[in-house]
């Protein structure tokens, strides 16, 4: 299995039941396409007025919120606390986060929807204990340039301070997050079993392909 390490300059969210209406707006949920949602992500926070595909260019930035401050615009991390991704089942959610460059996400608690939407999409959700997340925040309020190292193959966080974490996570999900596989690429690695299936059945019951080109 090859090496997979995410590094970068954390965001830091602490607040708890953050939905994807939040992550990002319904009026923006017209498109499909996996790409160009990044400059939408948290759209009602990080502007004083509410955007449309029509104006979302033309707004004051809300200097106040994290995303519009140096270095946190920047970051590829985020730590937020619980129940991160509730509400609505929206994959654009997801497709926000990554199209900004966020590579992973530490908190208590993810929605479950949510949370399956993140790793078939390559974000890491990684999930640690009460304790652990507010010792984080506290090491993060002492600097705004904190950028910790997250080793996937090891299961490991390492960052300023000696900060060394540990997390869990299924053997199913790491694959996914190391090769960066989706539904349709785990597929295909039994492309070969598929095709054999398929042989086979054509000799077993030639008339489910009869109207094969």
């Known amino acids: 299995m090859k090496e997979k390490v995410i590094s970068g300059q954390v965001i830091p969210i602490n607040q708890s039941n953050i939905d994807t209406d939040a992550i990002i707006p319904k009026q923006y949920l017209k498109s499909i396409n996996k790409t160009g949602f990044g400059k939408f992500l948290f759209d009602s926070l990080r502007y004083k007025q509410t955007g449309t595909l029509d104006n979302?260019?033309?707004?004051?930035?809300?200097?106040?919120?994290?995303?519009?401050?140096?270095?946190?615009?920047?970051?590829?991390?985020?730590?937020?606390?619980?129940?991160?991704?509730?509400?609505?089942?929206?994959?654009?959610?997801?497709?926000?986060?990554?199209?900004?460059?966020?590579q992973s996400i530490i908190s208590t608690s993810f929605a479950d929807i949510f949370s399956r939407n993140s790793v078939k999409n390559g974000i890491l959700?990684?999930?640690?204990?009460?304790?652990?997340?507010?010792?984080?925040?506290?090491?993060?309020?002492?600097?705004?340039?904190?950028?910790?190292?997250?080793?996937?193959?090891?299961?490991?966080?390492?960052?300023?301070?000696?900060?060394?974490?540990?997390?869990?996570?299924?053997?199913?999900?790491?694959?996914?997050?190391?090769?960066g596989y989706d539904d349709i690429a785990l597929t295909l690695k039994r492309r070969e079993k598929i095709i054999e299936y398929e042989n086979k059945m054509k000799k077993k019951k030639p008339w489910l392909f009869d109207n094969e080109e």
């Open 56 to 102: 979302y260019k033309d707004r004051e930035p809300n200097k106040d919120f994290v995303l519009n401050q140096d270095p946190y615009d920047k970051g590829t991390i985020i730590i937020a606390n619980d129940n991160f991704g509730c509400g609505s089942s929206r994959e654009h959610a997801v497709w926000a986060l990554k199209d900004f460059g966020i």
């Open 125 to 179: 959700l990684i999930t640690v204990d009460k304790n652990v997340l507010d010792d984080m925040f506290s090491r993060m309020s002492k600097s705004k340039v904190f950028i910790i190292s997250i080793d996937v193959n090891k299961q490991n966080i390492v960052g300023p301070d000696n900060l060394n974490v540990d997390f869990n996570l299924n053997d199913a999900d790491k694959e996914r997050i190391i090769y």
